[in-house]
């Protein structure tokens, strides 16, 4: 809608795993290569965990881009069901070749034959189980089951676990002592600092736009944008992306204070309940009547455009 006015191809805020817009933070930036080194060398089993919106998904959807055709890959992301169901999930997500009513026996056999056939002709297999803190006990005891396909030398199935915090409480469960055993990686995304969340603001404006964005964020608009969203990622777009709008529909490029205090207030009913006031830069208080601080374009980015 906003996309021409700004100078954008696309909308640069989607809350989509879009891996064009994955933002290497350092600590996004190691826990790629750490999941990238537990698939290529076939240690197994990885768990990331972190808040809903830190960017999990995202990075998975990176690393198999950058796997490319050395992977074959499943994501599940609906994990409410039982353990014989996810079972069949995984099978239908791989087309593993079964007859007309299967029993769970032929299931995993089918499974073995197949993680043997990639691996003899050198591709790897990964499971992303998406929302892992919904899971069961018994679903994780069978996941663990499919980290036991395995030659001499080598994993036959890499598992990565994408979860919420509370999943690590989960794991400490008696019955897991032997999953737990088979992590080879555990890495926990946190929230954003603020110079990250700055950068990553004009990292997805600039991959979103022709040429150049034509648009800009005030450094009290940015504060803002933190005190509202923490850091994560998924609560950044979701207030960037409704500025733009406000500022669209008030035919500015300049997106300052005003314009986010109208996007979280106005258009944002979860956060109603934290509105600001005199002490959160209100136009009577903290900024009185001056014009909002702008930020200089110190950043540059692969492309040699700064914004």
Known sequence: MYENFYNLLLPPFANTPNSRFFFETEQHREALA???????NRRGFALVT??????KTTLTRTLLRRLGSEVRACLINNTRVSSTE????????FQLDLPEKPDKATYLTAMRRFVEHQYAIGRNVVIIIDEGQCLSIDEL???????????????????LILGQPELRAMLKHERLKPLIQRIAMYTHLGPMSFDDMTKYIAYRLVRASNERPNVDFSREALQMIYQRSSGIPRVVNL????ALLVGYSRNTRLIDSS???????????NFNNEGFGPADLGEDATLGNAPDEMIQPTQEYEDGRRL
């Open 141 to 159: 005891e069978e996941l663990r089951l499919l980290t036991n396909l395995e030659n001499e030398t080598d994993k036959l199935v890499q598992l």
């Open 86 to 93: 996810l079972v069949k999930m995984i099978s239908s997500e």
């Open 34 to 40: 750490k999941l990238e080194y537990v698939v290529r």
């Open 50 to 55: 972190g808040e809903v919106g830190s960017g």
């Open 259 to 269: 314009v986010v205090r109208r996007a979280v207030d106005q258009m944002m009913p």
């Open 239 to 242: 207030v960037c992306d409704n």
